[in-house]
């Protein structure tokens, strides 16, 4: 019996175990599309993070990662038939994301998404260029915004933290940025905010495009723990998606209550990581720790910061944080499983030490009849399903709607590359992942008010620009 065969029945044995007394089990047997317990699927316990679940903020953004492999057709996609109560939750589906390790994609599942308070998704995607296919990242666009503006490449970050003492305890460092004023560039400085409880402030970032660069103000975002549910990635045997009729449906949730605990920016690829990447190969490959990405000033991680200002008044906490890494990093055995098959391989081992850290992932069922858990779940009715299993189509217009206005040819004023004095406008077209209003909220998750930020100052000159790659695969 081969590996993956063990593999599958492994993984339908304790989910059915769990399912069946949660009634689970029954819908699972009801169910005709594919979820992640069938053979020609792994289940991974670690990978890259649904661009729409965590936005990435890199100081010094640059052009997208270049494959010279052409990512397979998207995936039919099914959401699952629970999903966490609120009125702004909506379902956004998953992309092929590119593996270095097996030189080949993977899936990055969709997820439930909290949409952050006043702004709209715009999905990445994959282009071919003259030298492969390259990926142009997704970000949480301001709705209130008509128009795409195409900026020139930003100067090189001059951010190297605080230059003046808090105001409180409770403020924290926000870093500054280069912003686009009377024609030019001018430094926005840093500043220290209040950061408030349940929320990160997700600072001003550049996005890179084929066309310039799309400037992406400070906005609030939940939390992690409110922000939905993260399904976790797979990889699909080639057989099995390219037959005709394939559909799928995630059934396995990351445990966002030890998501963080391993968590990694990866700025070349505007990607956050999650699980093992431990090793220090990684660190080679470009994949920081949360706590590194802060301290060697290349990204800016709102996950950490919140997470710091939460531990303000423990004086030890960052230094656990790198103790818990330099372990993990030392010693293989502490560190999590990377598919599902392991993690239940090493649970049915009885007295395993750091068995709870090393769980990353649990079944959407058992999520769901956790009363600890801070999510509370509702069923999907039939035909609002089907009705979000539209959200693939329309997304993926949407996507190629914005790749055209990426990368359309000079012939007009408007799409002349973007210049030094003429940033280049393009009328947006609206996405169909839209978050309500903040007054249709409620008070809870209505978002705090927005940060004051200092006035751009004019007399920063810019630094020479470092030499970088084009985004090549390394």
Same mark, same amino acid.
């Given at each position: ?14 989910? *059915?175990?769990?399912?069946? %007394? ?8 009801? #169910? ?22 965590? /936005? ?78 390259? @990926?142009?990242?997704?970000? @949480? ?9 195409? +900026? ?34 001018? @430094? ?41 549910? +993260? ?50 190969? =990684?660190?080679? $490959? ?13 990204? =800016? ?8 200002? !939460? ?28 598919? +599902? ?21 649990? &079944?959407?069922? #058992? ?5 600890? &858990? ?19 189509? #329309? ?25 030094? &004095? /003429? ?18 909220? %409620? ?8 940060? !004051? *930020? ?12 470092? $030499? ?7």
């Amino acid at each position: 019996m081969n590996v993956r065969r063990v593999y599958q029945l492994c993984v339908v044995t304790v989910f *059915v175990t769990i399912g069946t %007394g949660f009634g689970w089990g029954k819908a699972l047997a009801a #169910q005709p599309t594919r979820t992640d317990t069938e053979e020609g699927v792994e289940v991974l316990t670690r990978g890259p993070v649904h661009e729409a679940f965590a /936005e990435t903020v890199t100081f010094d953004p640059e052009p997208g990662l270049v494959v010279s492999k052409a990512p397979p057709a998207a995936i039919d996609e099914l959401p699952p038939d629970q999903r966490p109560e609120g009125t702004n939750v909506e379902w956004i589906p998953g992309y092929w994301a590119w593996d270095d390790e097996h030189s080949d994609f993977l899936w990055v599942s969709g997820i439930w998404r909290d949409l952050p308070p006043g702004r709209e998704w715009v999905p990445g995607y994959w282009a071919k260029t003259d030298r492969g296919f390259q @990926w142009t990242s997704g970000y @949480w666009a301001d709705e209130d915004v008509s128009e795409t503006e195409y +900026l020139p490449e930003p100067p090189d970050t001059v951010e190297v933290g605080p230059n003046v003492a808090a105001p409180s305890a409770d403020d924290s460092w926000v870093p500054g940025c280069w912003v686009w004023h009377q024609g030019r560039y001018a @430094w926005r400085p840093g500043y220290w905010a209040a950061m408030r409880p349940n929320w990160d402030w997700v600072p001003a970032h550049y996005v890179w495009a084929s066309r310039g660069y799309v400037f992406v103000d400070g906005y609030w975002d939940y939390s992690v723990e409110r922000r939905g549910v +993260l399904f976790a990635p797979v990889e699909f045997a080639t057989d099995a998606y390219a037959r005709p009729g394939f559909s799928y449906s995630p059934t396995t949730v990351i445990d966002l209550s030890v998501f963080t605990d391993h968590l990694f920016l990866r700025p070349h690829y505007s990607h956050y990581y999650f699980g093992d990447y431990y090793a220090p190969s =990684y660190r080679d $490959a470009g994949y920081y720790a949360s706590f590194s990405a802060h301290s060697d000033r290349v990204s =800016y991680d709102p996950i950490y910061a919140q997470q710091r200002w !939460e531990h303000r008044q423990d004086p030890e906490w960052e230094h656990r944080v790198a103790a818990d890494f330099q372990n993990r990093r030392d010693h293989e055995d502490a560190r999590p499983p990377r598919t +599902l098959a392991a993690q239940i391989a090493l649970a049915s081992k009885a007295g395993q030490p750091h068995e709870q850290t090393r769980t990353l992932a649990t &079944s959407l069922a #058992q999520l769901a009849q956790n009363v600890r &858990s801070p999510t509370r779940f509702q069923p999907v009715a039939k035909d609002e399903r089907q009705q979000l299993a539209q959200r693939g189509p #329309q997304l993926q217009k949407f996507r190629e709607e914005r790749q055209q206005a990426d990368t359309r040819a000079a012939g007009t004023a408007a799409a002349k590359p973007a210049k030094e &004095s /003429e940033p280049a406008r393009v009328k947006r077209t609206k996405s169909p992942i839209v978050a309500k209003a903040a007054s249709a909220l %409620g008070k809870d998750r209505a978002p705090p008010k927005p940060h !004051e *930020v200092p006035a751009p100052d004019p007399k920063v000159e810019p630094k020479p620009k470092k $030499a970088r790659d084009k985004g090549e695969k390394p």
